[in-house]
C-alpha cells in the first residue's frame, strides 16, 4: 500500500511541475509578473520569495498553480487599465501562447520519456521477414492454445514445409487446406501437433493464435528522439479516435478518473520499471492533451477565448465568461462522476478473465506503438 502511494506521487508530481512549469517559462517570455508558483494545495510547508515570485511547496501533493499578476479578464467597467506587467494587459497571442504552454510542456515531458525508453531498449522488429518465427504467447481458444503452444516455442515446419520467418509462416497458414500439421523446437527437443480444421475459427480461418515475441533493434540518439515523438502523435491520434468512434458507434466513452489512474499506477508499479516510466510519460501526454480540450475553465477553453479576441478584437462579455465558466464546471464533475462509476465497474466488476486480457493487452502496448503484432 505504501509502495503505490509513493508510486503516485511519483507519477503526478513530474506531470503536475512541467505543466504548471509550462505557464510559469511562458509567463516569463511574455512580461506577464507571476505572483506564486506552488506545486500542490492547501497549507503552505515551504516557501521563498525571488523577485516578484513566492515560490511554494504545500501540502497536498496532487496539482498545483501558477498566479499571473491581475485578472484573466479586465471587467470593462474597471477604473483604470490593467497594469503591463499584468495578464490581460497583453496581446491576445501572449495570452493564448500563456495559456497553452503548460499542455505543450506536457507533450515535451512525454516525448523525451518515450525517446529514451526507446534509445534504451531499441524498437521492435516490424519486418516479418527478419522475425524468427518464435511464439510470444499462445491466445486462448484458437488452435494454438490447443496445440499447447508456449512462449518461446520456435515453429520448425507447417504441413511438411520448413519454416524460418514470420513471414513464411503467415503464408503457410494461409495456403492450408484442411487440418494443420505443425513442428516446433522447446528446451532443444522437437514436437509435433496437430489441430483440426473445425478447430479454426469461421470468421478467421487463417489465424492460429500466436503473436510475435518481439525482438528489439538498437537505434541512434536522433532517430529515438524522432520516434518520441511520434509515439505522442500516434497516442495523441489513437486517443482522438477511439472518442470520435465512441460518439458515432453510440457507445460509451472508455475513460479512467482518480480511481482508474490510481489502479493503473499501483499495477504498473509491481511490473516493471519500463512499464512505470512508460506510464508517466503516457499520463503526461494525456493531461496535455485533456487539458487542450475546448472546455471552459481548462486551458483549451480559455485559449479558445483568447483566439476569439484575435479574430474580433474583442472578449466576450462577463456574462457570458460567468455562464461557459460554471458549464465547464458541471462537465467536469459529470466527467468525473462518468469516470468514477466506470472505474469501480471496470475493477470491482470485470471478470477476472477480462481483467486478466485487459492487463495483458496493456502490457503489449507498452512495447511501441509502432510493433505490428503479427497474428497468424
Not at 503489449?364 to 510493433?371: H, I, K, R
Amino acid at each position: 500500500m505504501l509502495l503505490s502511494i509513493i508510486a503516485v506521487l511519483i507519477v503526478l508530481s513530474p506531470i503536475v511541475i512541467v505543466h504548471e512549469f509550462g505557464h510559469y517559462i511562458a509567463c516569463r517570455l511574455t512580461g506577464i509578473r507571476v505572483n506564486e508558483f506552488s506545486f500542490g494545495f492547501g497549507k503552505i510547508l515551504w516557501h521563498k520569495k525571488v523577485g516578484d515570485t513566492d515560490y511554494q511547496i504545500r501540502a497536498i501533493p496532487f496539482g498545483g498553480f501558477v498566479e499571473p499578476a491581475g485578472p484573466m479578464f479586465h471587467p470593462d467597467n474597471a477604473p483604470e487599465p490593467p497594469k503591463p506587467y499584468e495578464f490581460a494587459a497583453k496581446k491576445w497571442y501572449a495570452k493564448f501562447f500563456m495559456v497553452v504552454n503548460g499542455a505543450l510542456f506536457n507533450y515535451v515531458l512525454a516525448a523525451l520519456i518515450f525517446g529514451t525508453l526507446i534509445y534504451i531498449k531499441g524498437m521492435p522488429e516490424t519486418d516479418p521477414v527478419k522475425l524468427p518465427a518464435v511464439v510470444g504467447a499462445a491466445v486462448e481458444g484458437y488452435p494454438a492454445a490447443k496445440l499447447g503452444l508456449q512462449q518461446g516455442d520456435i515453429i520448425r515446419t507447417v504441413n511438411g514445409k520448413e519454416i524460418s520467418n514470420w513471414k513464411e509462416l503467415t503464408l503457410a497458414i494461409a495456403e492450408r487446406k484442411g487440418d494443420l500439421t505443425l513442428t516446433y523446437e522447446r528446451d532443444g527437443k522437437m514436437w509435433t501437433g496437430s489441430v483440426k480444421d473445425a478447430d479454426f475459427k469461421k470468421d478467421a480461418p487463417t489465424v492460429l493464435g500466436v503473436s510475435v515475441n518481439a525482438i528489439f533493434k538498437p537505434v541512434s540518439l536522433w532517430e529515438a528522439a524522432g520516434l518520441g515523438v511520434y509515439q505522442c502523435y500516434y497516442w495523441t491520434r489513437f486517443s482522438l479516435e477511439s472518442l470520435a468512434q465512441s460518439f458515432t458507434k453510440k457507445k460509451a466513452p472508455e475513460l479512467a478518473g482518480p480511481i482508474g489512474i490510481v489502479n493503473i499506477i499501483h499495477q504498473s508499479v509491481h511490473r516493471s520499471l519500463f512499464d512505470f516510466v512508460f506510464l508517466i510519460a503516457m499520463l503526461s501526454l494525456a493531461v496535455g492533451m485533456f487539458n487542450l480540450f475546448p472546455i471552459p475553465i481548462l486551458d483549451g477553453g480559455y485559449a479558445l477565448v483568447y483566439l476569439w479576441e484575435g479574430l474580433t478584437k474583442k472578449l466576450p462579455t462577463e456574462k457570458m465568461l460567468n455562464h461557459a465558466a460554471n458549464v465547464g464546471l458541471y462537465i467536469l464533475l459529470l466527467l468525473v462522476i462518468y469516470a468514477s462509476y466506470s472505474d469501480i465497474k471496470r475493477i470491482f466488476f470485470k471478470p477476472k478473465a477480462a481483467v486478466s486480457a485487459v492487463q495483458t493487452a496493456a502490457e503489449n502496448s507498452t512495447q511501441s506503438a509502432e510493433a505490428e503484432h503479427v497474428q497468424d
